[in-house]
């Protein structure tokens, strides 16, 4: 286990070189964007998979508008499983914890990324476009 970040990503890319180094990176602002995001009664408590996920992809939304997708697809994530793989690459070297009963699996089949990255702009351009 490592306590330097950087040192921890060396290992992971060492062990799991499918993703890039900035999505780790990415990986942990999004988790920090998505706890400040809870609710008040659900602030420093433990994120399930799915709330990690919509948060990650709400982060993404954030931070890149209408690249999110290009952006992660770059670094190879395309899908809910590739943020799972994400998160236990990070538990593996002790950057991010888990608790008991949480599985890499259940990152599986969460909404596809389009509908959360791309759908809404669509929506957003069909209803400017129904305006005129």
């Known amino acids: 286990m490592s306590t330097n970040f950087a040192d ?24 920090d964007f998505t706890m400040e995001q809870q609710p008040t009664e659900k602030k420093g408590k433990h994120l399930d998979a799915q709330e990690l996920y919509l948060g ?9 508008g209408t690249m999110a997708r290009e952006v992660l697809a770059f670094w190879g994530v395309n899908n809910s499983s590739d943020v799972g793989d994400l998160v236990y690459n990070l538990i593996e070297v002790g950057v991010f914890g888990k ?16 509908e959360l990255l791309i759908e809404p702009f669509l929506v957003e351009i069909e209803e400017l476009l129904g305006d005129e």
Not at 22 to 29: G, L
Not at 56 to 63: D, F, K
Not at 103 to 113: A, N
């Open 56 to 64: 990650t992809c709400a982060y993404a939304l954030e931070q890149y």
């Open 99 to 114: 608790q008991e009963g949480d599985t890499r699996e259940q990152f599986d089949h969460l909404p596809p990324m389009e």
């Open 8 to 31: 921890a990503i060396r290992v992971i890319m060492s062990r799991h070189p499918e993703y890039a180094p900035d999505a780790y990176d990415f990986m942990r602002q999004a988790l």
